[in-house]
């Protein structure tokens, strides 16, 4: 799978003309054949369902081969073209399975599935996360996405336009995700880390360059956690829990101690309440009999 990087930016749209569809059996001609340039897709005189037989005089003809387990363009129902086996490719047109090319050969546009991979001894040194293939189709050639630091590259551009956004990819032979190919240098040179600048996804490590200018990791990347990330985590959890503990202790000591006082200080009141009532019946009780015995001796 070749490196890529998308640069969003505006630029003018021109939409491409159409070709005119023409009939199973009819006379056509592959130089019609064309990339749409807004979206990628392969179209000729023939339509999505037939190919044309060949540059000149040619006729159009049912489709021998599908790339995509869905293609594009057949109605539900029909009875689909078969797909390739290992070791073979079909062409955009579908005129047939083909033998995988060798590096050098001529490839169709974006077709790094068209290109031999190098020989299993080499392969665990190319394979990567972003050319897994080990192999790519750049300017309508194919060759063995191999370079490394300091060695020439190509750099393939393509831009795909919806009439207001225009995405552009970049594509290149250095071995990713260790290198990208320098758009000026024109040499593969170390991607960047996480937090370090960059201007493109192909610029860093991660192949997310966020919106701020700096590498980051891609959306959905799982998170991994150290060990000692986990034993500082349970500590502080643990450490939470005492804290809790400790605060809840203290606010039902307090209360039981606030309800102690309260229940002596109740008590002492009571006790002075009760007593005052006693001084006061005492001295009713001394005065009636004062009453009583200063009216007898008068």
Same mark, same amino acid.
């Given at each position: 799978?070749?490196?890529? #990087?998308?640069?969003?930016a505006f630029?003018p749209?021109?939409?491409?003309?159409?070709?005119?569809?023409v009939?199973?059996?009819?006379?056509?001609?592959?130089?019609?054949?064309?990339i749409?340039?807004s979206?990628?897709?392969?179209?000729?005189?023939?339509?999505?369902t037939?190919?044309?037989?060949?540059?000149t005089?040619?006729?159009?003809?049912?489709?021998l081969?599908r790339?995509?387990?869905?293609p594009?363009?057949?109605?539900?129902?029909? !009875?689909?073209p078969p797909?390739?086996?290992?070791?073979?490719?079909?062409?955009?047109?579908?005129?047939g399975?083909?033998?995988?090319?060798? %590096?050098?050969?001529?490839c169709?546009?974006?077709?790094?599935?068209q290109c031999a991979?190098?020989t299993?001894?080499?392969?665990?040194?190319?394979?990567g996360?972003?050319?897994?293939e080990e192999a790519?189709?750049?300017k309508?050639?194919?060759m063995?996405?191999?370079?490394?630091?300091?060695?020439?590259? !190509?750099?393939?551009?393509?831009?795909y336009?919806?009439g207001e956004?225009?995405n552009t990819?970049?594509?290149?032979?250095? $071995?990713a995700?260790?290198f990208?190919?320098?758009?000026?240098? @024109?040499v593969? %040179?170390?991607?960047?880390?996480?937090?370090?600048?960059?201007?493109?996804?192909?610029?860093?490590?991660?192949f997310?360059?966020?919106?701020? @200018?700096?590498c980051?990791?891609p959306?959905g990347?799982p998170?991994?956690v150290?060990?000692?990330?986990? !034993?500082i985590?349970?500590? #502080?959890i643990?450490? @939470?829990?005492m804290m %809790?503990? !400790?605060?809840?202790s203290?606010?039902?000591?307090?209360?039981?101690?606030?309800?102690?006082?309260y229940?002596?200080?109740?008590e002492?009141?009571?006790?002075?309440?009760?007593?005052? $009532?006693?001084?006061?019946k005492?001295?009713?009780?001394?005065?009636?009999?004062?009453e009583? $015995?200063?009216?007898r001796?008068?």
């Amino acid at each position: 799978m070749a490196h890529l #990087a998308y640069l969003f930016a505006f630029i003018p749209y021109v939409p491409a003309g159409h070709a005119t569809t023409v009939a199973l059996g009819s006379y056509c001609s592959t130089t019609n054949n064309r990339i749409d340039p807004s979206s990628g897709h392969f179209s000729g005189e023939c339509g999505d369902t037939r190919f044309c037989s060949g540059p000149t005089n040619g006729t159009c003809q049912p489709r021998l081969c599908r790339r995509d387990e869905f293609p594009f363009g057949f109605d539900r129902g029909t !009875v689909l073209p078969p797909l390739c086996k290992n070791g073979t490719f079909c062409p955009d047109e579908g005129s047939g399975c083909k033998p995988l090319l060798s %590096v050098g050969e001529t490839c169709q546009y974006d077709r790094d599935d068209q290109c031999a991979p190098p020989t299993p001894a080499k392969s665990h040194v190319l394979a990567g996360l972003r050319n897994a293939e080990e192999a790519v189709c750049l300017k309508a050639k194919c060759m063995h996405a191999n370079g490394t630091l300091g060695h020439p590259c !190509v750099l393939d551009t393509a831009m795909y336009s919806d009439g207001e956004f225009t995405n552009t990819i970049l594509r290149h032979n250095c $071995q990713a995700p260790m290198f990208y190919c320098h758009s000026t240098e @024109g040499v593969c %040179v170390p991607t960047q880390k996480l937090g370090l600048s960059c201007t493109s996804d192909q610029e860093c490590r991660s192949f997310h360059c966020g919106a701020a @200018g700096a590498c980051l990791d891609p959306a959905g990347t799982p998170v991994n956690v150290e060990v000692w990330q986990l !034993v500082i985590t349970g500590l #502080a959890i643990l450490a @939470g829990k005492m804290m %809790v503990f !400790v605060i809840v202790s203290l606010v039902i000591v307090h209360r039981r101690l606030r309800k102690k006082r309260y229940d002596e200080i109740r008590e002492y009141y009571e006790e002075q309440t009760s007593l005052r $009532q006693c001084l006061t019946k005492l001295h009713a009780a001394a005065l009636d009999n004062y009453e009583k $015995q200063r009216s007898r001796y008068d």
